[in-house]
């Protein structure tokens, strides 16, 4: 991601997880990983996912160009 003319990586991050509800703000989904981090998923969660306790896999960037109150921002490229 180009940022202010720099260049930012953008971790891809392949992993296992956790679907849960967060009550912060409102509410979201999010995505919680084993080794104990969060992700919030740019756009939100697809709605087949949005199941408390559901375990999945992933793909995706993290977003480290975005800033949410949530959480850690990551976008999502395949999940299942």
């Known amino acids: 991601v180009c940022i202010n003319g720099d260049w930012i ?18 509410g979201f989904w999010a995505l919680d990983l084993d080794d104990g981090r969060f992700f919030v998923p740019l756009g939100g969660l697809p709605l087949a996912f949005q199941v ?3 375990r999945v896999s992933f793909t995706g960037k993290v977003r480290t160009d975005l800033l949410s109150v949530q959480g850690p921002i990551i976008e999502l490229i395949s999940i299942q």
């Open 52 to 54: 408390e306790g559901l």
């Open 9 to 26: 990586p953008m971790e891809h991050l392949q992993a296992a997880a956790t679907v849960w509800f967060h009550t912060l703000e409102g």
